[in-house]
């Protein structure tokens, strides 16, 4: 009996310890939800999702952050009713020990869960983060992810609804190898056209895929004082001369840091594999992750930053694959080594779809602007988006310059004629200028652009 008095003399203390522990707030700042972004860009990669479907990612885990933290800072107001469809999210029942920036960043991980294929490897990830931040708070930690997760119900029955899963079962695009005009499967995989029925897909801030519907491309010729044939020349002497310079040009250095083809075929003797990398989108979601860092932005800015930028990048793709199974244009590559040069190759590998217009420079140009009405003009930033990937950082004065270059690069690479890319960039900066009028909602602060 007195030992077991002597047991509880000493337990006792020990209780009162553990059973008063004060559990500490869980911070949540900007650099958590760069991580997270990286963490589901390397399972894109893996994955290999086609540019498109990549901003599809993007675009709604942004917006699943972006909702709840409009919940609570009164500088950042609810996108319902400004993006297509969208309805409010549900309030918080009760906002006692509920951390909004937590649950933000806990629906951004569920929802690119929910969009990918790998679940087991954000899983993984959120496992680690889930038993971190447990440890530290338990209590803040279950409201804030009960609250996140009603909150994903809520934005999935929207998101099913954009007509992506319709699309899945949609027929393959039809190759018509009697007009030469028209685009044909290139080497060295020879693949289907991808995404053929992305206009389909809902966009976020433009009224329809069309509503930009760029110029005609030049009309196919091989007359020698056509536009069109002059344009495919363009293409052709670049290629040569580039290649001349080798390691030294910078037009190849230009074109290999804006490749971001997520599938590159290689061939071996017998064997062929694939090489994966980052998408156009990606890119620019890199930068804005650049541009956040610079400026030292708050998780609250940086995740309005992501989210702005993400519409833009998901509308433009909406709007530029719409013109290119318009259009449906024949590309250089195909068009050099038919009538020119058999045995002529560009310095990229030919994305598998139709070229008009370039879908790297209506992207940048829609991204750069947004990017642009942020952070503002004339924002240095060094670029070191490709670093992963065994190329140097490119160093830009502003967001625009580095949507000419990566609109540029194109021609550099050989996968596109100079009509895509011009009209391209400022399809895409036509349609940002758009967007961000419809999103300045967003915001209460005045616009920087």
Known sequence: MKRIFIFLLILSPLCFIACNKEEKPIEITSENMHEAIDVVVDIM??????????????????????EIIAQQDSEYNSLAGVVTDLKPIPPAKDTTNLNYQLAALIAHLEISKSLIFSEDRIEVYQDSLYTSWKKTNETEFEVSKNYAMSVVSHLKEWIDTDNYKQTRTMPKFTVNSDDPARWQPTPPAYMDGIEPHWMKIRPL??????????????????????????????????????????DTSEGIAIAKFWDCNPYVSVTKGHLMFATKKITPGA?????????????????????????????????????CWDEKYRSNLI???????????????????????????????????????????????????????????????????????????????????????????????????????????????????????
């Open 45 to 66: 990669i893996h994955d290999i999702f086609s540019p498109p479907v990549a901003s599809r990612i993007f675009v709604y885990a942004d917006i699943a952050a972006y």
């Open 205 to 246: 801030a433009i009224d329809s895929s069309s509503q930009f519907k760029p110029l005609p491309p030049p009309a196919f010729s091989l007359d020698k004082e056509s536009e069109f044939f002059k344009e495919t020349m363009e293409v052709y002497e670049v290629g040569n001369e580039i290649t001349k310079e080798g």
């Open 283 to 319: 890119h620019w979601i890199g930068i804005t992750k650049i541009a956040c860092r610079n400026e030292k932005t708050d998780f609250n800015k940086t995740v309005f930053a992501y989210t702005k930028t993400a519409i833009a990048i998901f509308d433009g793709f909406i709007s």
């Open 331 to 449: 590309r250089p590559e195909t068009v050099i080594n038919q009538y020119i040069d058999e045995n002529w190759k560009p310095i990229l590998q030919t994305p598998p779809f139709p070229e008009y217009t370039s879908g790297h420079s209506v992207v940048s140009g829609a991204a750069a602007k947004t990017l642009t009405s942020i952070f503002g003009d004339n924002f240095s930033f060094d670029d070191d988006t490709e670093t992963a990937y065994g190329l140097p950082i490119r160093s830009f004065s502003s967001f625009n310059e580095a949507a000419n270059e990566a609109a540029m690069s194109r021609l550099y690479g050989g996968i596109h004629y100079r009509a895509a890319i011009e009209v391209g960039v400022e399809q895409g900066r036509s349609m940002a200028e758009h967007i961000i009028s419809k999103l300045d909602k967003m915001n209460n602060k005045t616009s920087r652009n």
